[in-house]
Nanobody
């Protein structure tokens, strides 16, 4: 079982930046793909970014590509999401999620992730 705890959410001004963190309890954190997802009211949970165990592979949703950056520190069991140039459409509950790295791929769909944090709320003020 892997426990994930997010932090760093809050209110950020439009155009501003923020960083989310997610600490994992897994002893073998480096064996997991990590993803950041977000969900706003009335919408499904969408993947924002994902990263492979060794950080060689990173992918972003089109809506955040060039503005957000995912990274991880395996020594600290932590994955980060740096958010820049925040827009009015970015507010949501942000979740980190994990699944074991298998078959040489990190997955896109929420249903393919086995462990989830409780989420951290991000709001954007104009």
């Amino acid at each position: 079982q892997v426990q994930l705890v997010e932090s760093g959410g809050g209110s950020v001004q439009a155009g501003g930046s923020g960083r989310l963190s997610c600490v994992a309890s897994a002893g073998d954190f480096s064996a997991y793909c990590m993803g950041w997802f977000r969900q706003s009211p009335g919408n499904g949970r969408e993947q924002v970014a994902r990263i492979s165990p060794g950080s060689a592979f990173r992918r972003y949703a089109t809506s955040v590509n060039g503005r957000f950056a995912i990274s991880r520190d395996n020594a600290k069991n932590t994955v980060y999401l740096q958010m820049n140039s925040l827009k009015p459409e970015d507010p949501a509950m942000y979740y980190c999620a994990a699944h074991r790295y298998q078959s040489g791929t990190c997955n896109t769909g929420a249903s393919q992730y086995d462990f989830w944090g409780q989420g951290t709320q991000v709001t954007v003020s104009s």
